[in-house]
């Protein structure tokens, strides 16, 4: 069976600080990756999808950066975290673009 | 305007009661995407279907396409069906799904 894996659960970081955010997909092969942030009583927003080693789409400008260095490896980073940074941020795959899409458990990130 | 929205944003309900939750989209599909996130924060997939109804246990999703409308139907509601149910589409082309802000479930004992 797969299993989509998150870390850390929950990160404090100051203004200014990098971010690496890993997620890791187990008992699939070459699996469409999505990162999704969602900001307090908001609904989830398409950060980056991938649909294949070093292929990375971003859907909204920002300082966020994505890597997908290994077929189920997605990586979420960036140089300088802002404030507006803070929030929930889900990791999920899929078997393609047009099947359903299963979450990893969330890294909660809270920017001070 | 959000291309999917969700009723109600938030609906209390007695153990034991059947419980809709309602999605409207304004944009053609291929799919739509029925999900519930628990208070920690997880996500579940529930559903997803491109036409007529689908059944799991005591829940039941319906879409129909030329309305543009899907409803999830919880029967007999039970505390632990209490949490945040998300709707999201899927357009035909790209990879994207567009979500609803969700609609949070308490069901009380």
């Known amino acids: 069976s797969q299993t989509i894996h998150q870390w850390p659960a929950t990160l404090v970081q100051p203004v200014g600080s990098p971010l690496s955010l890993e997620c890791t997909v187990e008992g699939t092969s070459n699996p469409n990756l999505y990162w999704y942030r969602q900001a307090a009583g908001r609904g989830l927003q398409l950060l980056f999808y991938s649909v294949g080693i070093g292929q990375i789409s971003s859907e909204v400008p920002q300082n966020l950066s994505a890597s997908r260095p290994q077929d189920r490896q997605f990586i979420l980073s960036s140089k300088k975290l802002l404030l507006s940074d803070s929030g929930f941020y889900l990791c999920a795959w899929s078997a393609g673009g047009g099947y359903e899409q299963y979450f990893g458990p969330g890294t909660r990130l809270t920017v001070t | 305007k959000n291309e999917v929205e969700q009723s109600p944003q938030n609906l209390t309900a007695q153990e034991g009661e059947f419980i809709t939750i309602n999605c409207s989209y304004s944009v053609g599909i291929s799919a739509l995407h029925w999900l519930q996130q628990h208070p920690g924060g997880g996500i579940v997939s529930l559903f997803m279907?491109?036409?007529g109804k689908k059944k799991h246990g005591r829940l039941i999703a319906t879409i129909n396409i030329q309305e543009k409308h899907s409803s999830l139907h919880i029967t007999a509601s039970h505390p632990r069906d209490s949490a945040v149910y998300i709707c999201a589409v899927k357009v035909p082309t790209g990879n994207q799904f567009y979500f609803g802000t969700g609609t949070s479930l308490t069901v009380i004992p």
């Open positions: 279907l491109s036409s």
